[in-house]
């Protein structure tokens, strides 16, 4: 497509289920990465794939959250055991290599009841 | 505390008034992103610098980057209620600079 694709767009969950969020990177683009945003606060990273290299996990902040990026394109974060701290917007991103031309997708907004 | 810092975290101004936005690195920068995002949307690209003392604009912003200093700023001119929103500034930092790291961003508002 012609832009990153995230779905949903938002999501509400009920503490303790679990949620899947995807994103469709720009086609070609081997890099993707995964941000959160939380009320009031910067973008915080969660993880990057980079082609077929083993993905830089550095930035999940608990053993609830795991991402997948299959065949090199399609990535899904899934999150088990909602807690209501996982609220916030979670942003995907892609670029032909490393941190340049970052392409954005509009998020998905988690609201944990 | 933050690697890269924003100023002000928020900032009110009147139509046409000019205004700027820093970024400060705690580390060696490897290229400055200036990106600008609405309430509920994505990022939207601004500006990218890549060298010390280089300098770029789109109509009405400007920015530079002062390597030594690892820092940056965003200057708009004759600001208007279009570039209200949440600026963010972005680098590569040291060791990780395969991905970007964020500041907190400003908050800007325009009143007409």
Redesign the interface.
């Known amino acids: 497509g012609a832009g990153?694709s995230q779905s949903p767009s938002n999501k509400v969950t009920e503490k303790g289920k679990d949620v899947e969020l995807r994103c469709d990177p720009i086609s070609g683009h081997t890099?993707l990465?995964w941000?959160r945003q939380s009320l009031g606060?910067?973008?915080e990273?969660l993880i990057?794939f980079?082609g077929n290299s083993a993905p830089?996990k550095s930035g999940l902040p608990s053993d609830r959250f795991s991402a997948e990026r299959t065949g090199g394109s399609v990535s899904t974060l899934t999150i088990q055991r909602t807690q209501q701290e996982d609220s916030a917007v979670y942003?995907c991103?892609s670029s032909l290599s490393?941190?340049?031309?970052?392409?954005?997708?509009?998020?998905t907004?988690l609201t944990v009841v | 505390s933050?690697e890269?810092e924003?100023s002000p975290q928020s900032l009110i101004v009147q139509e046409g008034k000019n205004l700027t936005i820093n970024c400060t690195s705690s580390k060696t920068l490897?290229?400055l992103?200036w990106?600008k995002q609405k309430y509920?949307?994505?990022?939207?690209?601004l500006m990218?610098l890549q060298k010390g003392g280089e300098e770029k604009s789109h109509e009405k912003i400007t920015a530079k980057l002062d390597e030594k200093k690892q820092q940056s700023s965003l200057h708009i001119t004759a600001s208007q209620p279009s570039h209200a929103g949440i600026y963010?500034c972005?680098a590569?930092l040291g060791t990780s600079?395969?991905?970007?790291?964020?500041?907190?961003?400003t908050q800007l508002t325009v009143n007409p």
Not at chain 1, 98 to 107: A, K, L, N, R, V
Not at chain 2, 97 to 105: I, M, V
């Open positions: 990153v890099a990465y941000y606060q910067g973008l990273f990057y980079q830089d942003l991103a490393g941190p340049y031309g970052y392409t954005f997708g509009s998020g907004r | 933050q890269l924003q490897y290229g992103y990106y509920g949307e994505g990022l939207i690209f990218m963010l972005g590569g600079g395969s991905r970007l790291t964020f500041g907190e961003g």
